[in-house]
């Protein structure tokens, strides 16, 4: 289960590009993103995050994958009862960015192997093992050969 108890974030704001006092200072000022976020995944579920443009969503992500490097950040972000560390969530977590890239040609086994290869801390067999286990759990063993 991954659980956020009265995850806050404070950070710099990115500035409206067309905010008149952005453009005249080129300053970026610092204040609360996240304000008491709690939430509970239970294993199995998928979680969405959605909302209104700069209402956090990113942030929220950056937070959890301890892909934050200005601000602070209160709150106890945690994965089966333990505090989730970098490492751990490398380990056990993931997520998919709105963007994602495909290589043409590439089956769907290669193409989550690929990504391993660029995500995951470890030795060939434990990469393989997640690849594994991923197709598994999206029930893509039967179309692992096939291309993206």
């Not at 994958?65 to 200005?70: A, K, P």
């Not at 660029?118 to 039967?142: C, E, F």
């Amino acid at each position: 289960m991954l659980e956020l108890i009265g995850v806050s974030h404070s950070g710099p704001i990115v500035p409206n590009k067309s905010s008149c006092w952005s453009r005249m200072t080129g300053s970026i000022a610092s204040g609360l993103i996240l304000k008491d976020i709690s939430c509970e995944v239970h294993s199995g579920e998928v979680m969405a995050i959605l909302g209104s443009k700069g209402s956090g969503k990113k942030a929220l992500i950056d937070v959890m994958g301890h892909r934050v490097s200005q601000g602070s950040t209160r709150g106890q972000i945690l994965l089966n009862d333990v505090p989730l560390t970098l490492r751990l969530f490398q380990e056990q977590c993931g997520f998919v960015s709105k963007t994602t890239q495909h290589i043409d040609g590439l089956s769907v086994r290669q193409t989550l192997s690929y990504i391993s290869q660029m995500t995951i801390r470890g030795n060939g067999s434990l990469k393989r093992g997640r690849v594994k286990q991923v197709l598994a759990d999206l029930a893509l063993t039967s179309v692992a050969k096939r291309d993206v």
